[in-house]
């Protein structure tokens, strides 16, 4: 199995930031993309960011110019930077992972979710 934990979420005010940590372990035989994603009270979980092993990144346009997502393939891990936040970025961001098992089998995982709130 494939276990992704996360870390770095909390309390920040408005105009703060955070970077939120997601490390990849287990049966692993390569990564095709991992990302975040957030879900607010009430509403449904959303794309914030991706980053493909291509390197190649997407994210909702909310928080272009405010949030950089990054991997390091070493440490499995992939980051969110996120900067200026605003009170609306306030939700439980999970972290979740595309990745091959072994060479034909193709497995998709998510964390367990870090709070991460934005006071005004």
């Known amino acids: 199995q494939v276990q992704l934990v996360e870390s770095g979420g909390g309390l920040v005010q408005a105009g703060g930031s955070l970077r939120l940590s997601c490390a990849a372990s287990?049966?692993?035989?390569?990564?095709?993309?991992m990302g975040w994603y957030r879900q607010a009270p009430g509403k449904q979980r959303e794309l914030v960011a991706i980053?493909?092993?291509?390197?190649?990144?997407n994210g909702a346009d909310s928080v272009k110019g405010r949030f950089t997502i990054s991997r390091d393939d070493a440490k499995k891990t992939v980051y969110l930077q996120m900067n200026s936040l605003k009170p609306e970025d306030t939700a439980v961001y999970y972290c979740?992972?595309?990745?091959?098992?072994?060479?034909?089998?193709?497995?998709?995982?998510w964390g367990q979710g870090t709070q991460v709130t934005v006071s005004s």
């Open positions: 979740h992972a595309d990745v091959m098992v072994n060479s034909i089998r193709r497995g998709y995982y």
């Open positions: 287990g049966s692993i035989f390569s990564i095709n993309a």
């Open positions: 980053i493909t092993n291509g390197d190649t990144t």
